[in-house]
Each structure stands twice: as C-alpha cells, then as structure tokens.
C-alpha cells in the first residue's frame, strides 16, 4: 500500500522532470497522442513510482527530453459501479484516450480477470488533463472465452466512424465495434478475422490510405513479448499478417504495448514499454519503462523493423 500511495503522489504533481532520452520513464501501456504540438502520454503507472492501481495520470513533453506530469486523470473510487462485481480488490490498467466534439474520452481497463469478469469503462472530460467524469456504466464486459481488456479507439477521417478495438490475453480475442456519436455506447460490433499472432494491445493507425493494425504478441513479462501487425483497406479488414517489427534484443527484452503517433515534423513514432536488462529469466520481475522510437516506412507502405534505442540516440521533437 506505502508503495502505491507513493506513486499516486507522483502522479498528482504537476513538475517538470528531465530524462536522458530511453528510457523516458517508468510505466507501461503508453497511449500517445500530440496535442496543440506537444506530445502526451497516457500510461499505466508512470515516473517515480510503481504501478498505481488505483489511478491514471498523463505525461507531456515538448522535446522529449523533459516531462511534465499532468496530475490525475480519475481515480479508482470514482467509478460508482466498479465493485458491483463483488470482487474483493480491483485494477486500473491500460488506458486508451480519443477526441470528439471538444470533449476527451479516456477507455480503462478494470480488473481482476477471474474469478469474475473483466470490464472496460469510459470516461468524459472538457480537457486533456481532465478531470474525467465515469459514464455511470461498464463500456464492454468480458465473458465466454473473451477477456474485456486494452481498449483503443480510433476515429476514421474517411467516414468519420470510431472504432473501439479491446480483447486479448488467455483468449487472445480481439473484438471490435462501432461506437455510437456520443462515444460512450456501443452502436454495432464489426465482424472480423483474428489476426496471426495476436496476444493483446491492439493499436490501429492510417497512413496514405492503408490501415495498419498493430498488436503485442507473447507473455507480457516474458522475453517473446513484441509487436506484429497486419494491413487493410479499411479499419476492420480484411488483415494481411506483415510480421514482427519490435523484439527483443540483447538488452531490452520484452517491448509491446504501443502507440503509434504522427510527431508534428512530420515524422511518425512508436511509443512502447521495455524491460531494461532484466535479470534472471521468465518471469522478469521489476518495472517496466517507456521508450521512444522512429518508425520508418518503405515506398511500398511496409513497416521497417524497429531499431530500439538508448539515451540521447532516442529522438527528439523540433520545437
């Protein structure tokens, strides 16, 4: 408990804390999203401390050099249907945030995952930071075979369409469903294959007109964790499997959980959390860390392996 109330202080503090580059800080599951030119995090846990439960909070930067915590998104005791379950303790983990009609939406994980079900919520704020307001219900409830965990929304500049993509883990189960306009209901769930190689962390991007579906594949705490993914002519298929592009390597094992993200030069990153030399075998134990990357695309829009980074080698935003 000392532990975790440490951690969500640091949360709360609104400072400024500079790093040298990879790792950028301690978490895990980092959705990034850049706003007015300045790029934010939104993770599990994050810098200080170990992994806050009970809380989320948001990271920004301008250059990649220096982070400011944004305080507290929401907290777990503010979710009024949180324990209608009847289980004893319950976890926050794996946020995913999206943008409509001025108002920010932030989609969580709750758990535990057995013996009673896992469940996605969604909240509501005026701004990034928030603070957020529960919607008053669960978003998606998991059961037979599917577990209800890593939502990520993606919103489709053609149709204007948002998409929730959530599952994984012991079903390896990805499902995916329209979302109503007001971003808190679900209007349709989406028929679609499983993808080759899916574990959990589903992540959806759109570049030059192909769609690219990314997820973590392997055991979270284990050295096969790492990112595939597939491409479409549309957001929900059909998925051609392109293969691996972030693994392990002789010193950061274990990389998944990503984001991709548009930098305002232009350039896109990957945004994933590692485990920095772990000692001994499976499981690592210990924290995991947030790192930062290129992307690079070839001219026939695959996805060149990710290269992983250390110190001030990790890029850097052009103010």
């Known amino acids: 408990m000392r532990t975790i109330l440490r951690a969500a202080a640091l949360l709360a503090m609104t400072t400024t804390a500079a790093w040298a580059g990879n790792p950028q800080f301690q978490g895990a599951d980092p959705h990034a999203v850049v706003i007015d030119g300045e790029l934010w995090v939104f993770p599990t846990g994050g810098p200080g401390g170990s992994w806050a439960a009970d ?7 301008r250059d990649l050099k220096s982070w400011r915590a944004r305080g507290t998104l929401v907290t777990r005791d503010q979710i009024g249907w949180i324990g209608d379950d009847g289980a004893r303790e319950h976890f926050l983990w794996a946020p995913g945030v999206a943008t409509r ?5 932030l989609y969580y994980s709750v758990g535990p995952q ?3 079900l896992s469940r996605i919520g969604v909240a509501i704020a005026d701004r990034p930071e928030g603070p957020y307001r529960d919607s008053g219900k669960p978003l998606v409830t998991g059961g037979n075979g599917f577990e ?19 599952g994984g883990s012991a079903g390896a189960t990805l499902r995916v469903w329209e ?14 294959p499983q993808p080759p190689q899916f574990t959990e962390g589903a992540f959806t991007h759109e570049r030059n007109g192909i769609y690219y579906l990314s997820y973590s594949h392997g ?8 990112v595939h993914y597939a491409t479409a002519p549309s957001p929900t298929g059909p998925w051609r499997y392109r293969g691996a592009i972030l693994t392990s390597d002789a ?10 993200v548009r930098a305002p030069d232009g350039r896109w990153l990957i945004v994933y959390h590692r485990w920095e030399n772990p000692r001994g075998g499976f499981p690592f134990s210990g924290e995991r860390q947030v790192a930062i990357d290129r992307v690079e695309y070839l001219p026939n829009g695959r ?5 992983m980074t250390d110190g001030d080698k990790a890029p850097t935003l052009n103010r």
């Open 114 to 116: 057995n013996p009673t």
């Open 148 to 166: 209800a965990i890593d939502p990520m929304v993606f919103i489709d500049s053609r149709t204007d369409k948002a998409y929730l993509y959530a």
């Open 101 to 105: 009609g001025g108002k920010w939406y």
């Open 179 to 192: 979302l109503a306009p007001d971003m808190t209901t679900i209007a349709r769930q989406a028929s679609v």
């Open 303 to 307: 996805i060149r392996p990710i290269v």
């Open 219 to 226: 055991r979270w705490n284990g050295p096969d964790y790492s």
């Open 251 to 260: 010193r950061h094992k274990g990389p998944g959980h990503h984001s991709f």
């Open 55 to 61: 809380r989320f909070g948001a990271f920004s930067s």
